[in-house]
């Protein structure tokens, strides 16, 4: 049953697992494994954005920190199955978030949404979007004509986003996030103060120095690597496409609650 107004963190965490946003969610161990390796073999569509150099080049150091961060099984022997994403961790990452936010609010900082995920998390950044707006903050809106090898860099409902063939895209690459703030800076406007984002945009983000907070799956592991070494702020574990959107719903109320944007 979904949950009106805003729930405490007993109710979300109840919330989360039985919508599979954390959890035993849906992507299997197997796949999460593949993707720690990939990122250490340096395969760079696994690197959202970031330059990880070669820091990261054991796959057991990366199912560590996903381990810490995300709550993913520790052990490197257990290769098939069912996967986790601890709830906890979740609410916590969207405490620090909060904090981040709130005190975007209060200074009236400028701040950049954009999503590589608009299936599933469009919502929750515009809804944030128009919480920030109302406190006062400005949303930067992304220059016109940018686009990539991918496709075209648009911004829809607040948010910025990659359209291929009319068709809102997913995607992993920072690329669009390099057009967005190479376009800000040849047009002498100011970067962002802040970045919300997801994939690539937040990764690409963090590593060109804009404060960079976002969301991250349990077989996304760049954006979490680059928090444990400070390049972006906070990284919410969670499913990032589960069957409904509105499944979301909570977890933004308890986000925009906490920052004092309810």
Not at 226 to 238: C, D, F, K, M, N
Request: hydrophobic share 40%.
């Amino acid at each position: 049953m979904p949950i009106s107004g805003t729930p405490s963190r007993a109710q979300l965490v109840d919330h989360l697992v039985r919508t599979r946003i954390a959890g035993d969610v849906a992507t299997p161990r197997e796949n999460n494994l593949s993707h720690y390796r990939q990122l250490a073999n340096g395969v760079r569509d696994f690197w959202l954005g970031l330059e990880l150099g070669d820091r990261w080049t054991d796959e057991q150091d990366v199912l560590a920190v996903m381990a810490e961060r995300v709550g993913v099984n520790d052990d490197p022997e257990y290769r098939f199955g069912q996967d986790t994403i601890d709830p906890e961790l979740t609410v916590d990452a969207l405490d620090r978030m909060a904090a981040r936010l709130r005190k975007a609010a209060e200074g009236r900082q400028r701040v950049l949404f954009a999503t590589g995920h608009p299936g599933g998390l469009l919502d929750v950044h515009r809804a944030t979007a128009a919480a920030l707006r109302a406190a006062g903050c400005e949303i930067v809106v992304i220059p016109d004509g940018l686009s990539t090898d991918e496709g075209y860099v648009m911004q829809f409902a607040d948010v910025a986003v990659l359209e291929h063939g009319a068709t809102l895209w997913h995607t992993h690459s920072g690329q669009p996030m390099r057009a967005i703030l190479t376009g800000l800076e040849r047009a002498g406007r100011p970067l962002p103060d802040l970045v919300v984002a997801d994939h690539g945009w937040a990764g690409y983000a963090g590593q060109h120095g804009v404060d960079s907070v976002g969301y991250a799956d349990c077989n996304d592991p760049a954006l979490f690597l680059a928090e444990s070494e400070g390049t972006v702020q906070v990284v919410v574990p969670l499913d990032d496409h589960v069957v409904s959107p509105r499944y979301y719903d909570p977890m933004t109320a308890y986000l925009l609650a906490g920052a004092g944007l309810a």
